[in-house]
């Protein structure tokens, strides 16, 4: 098992997307995080800043998984609440992860989501990516709001 804790299965309370990696599919990603961080009341900056990691690891995937595709293929987000603890992982099945000197990016996206969250995994094999984030959550209640 991984630090992270296993991977979410379809019995887990889990939100899952199945999103075409466009740019508008991002901010669709983004607003189902808003709604899991409103239910669970956390506080403004960490639901900012999980917004902006997730943000970050599905841009990535926007950018490069299907860059050489005639069409965008799909990337998915999972958002699981375990033990105290925010799981978020971005999966596409793309063309895998390249060296930085073969990236058209600013290649600040991954070191940004590693400051962001409290662990980072980053797994790459076979044409199938995936970046898997954990936080621990805030509550608005307990930052002072």
């Known amino acids: 098992m991984s630090p ?4 979410p299965t379809a019995t887990d309370s889990t939100v899952e997307l199945r999103l075409p990696a466009t740019a508008n ?5 983004r607003q189902a995080l808003s709604g899991v961080a409103d239910t669970f ?3 403004a900056a960490f639901s900012d ?3 902006l990691a ?12 299907y860059r050489n595709a005639t069409s965008p293929g799909d990337m998915v987000v999972s958002i699981l609440i375990e033990a105290g603890r925010l799981l978020v992982a971005v999966s596409d099945d793309g063309m895998g992860i390249v ?5 058209d990016g600013l290649g600040l996206g991954l070191p940004l ?3 962001l969250s409290d662990e980072l995994q980053l ?6 990516t995936e970046v898997r984030m954990a936080f621990s959550p805030t509550s608005a209640e307990s930052a002072g709001e």
Do not use: F, I, K, Y
């Open 54 to 65: 997730l943000s970050e690891a599905c841009t990535n995937v926007v950018q490069h998984a």
């Open 49 to 51: 800043d999980v917004r």
């Open 123 to 128: 797994n790459s094999s076979d044409g199938h």
């Open 113 to 115: 989501m590693r400051t």
């Open 99 to 103: 060296s930085p000197s073969h990236s």
């Open 41 to 43: 009341g956390w506080d």
């Open 4 to 7: 992270l804790g296993p991977h």
């Open 25 to 29: 599919h991002v901010v669709v990603a």
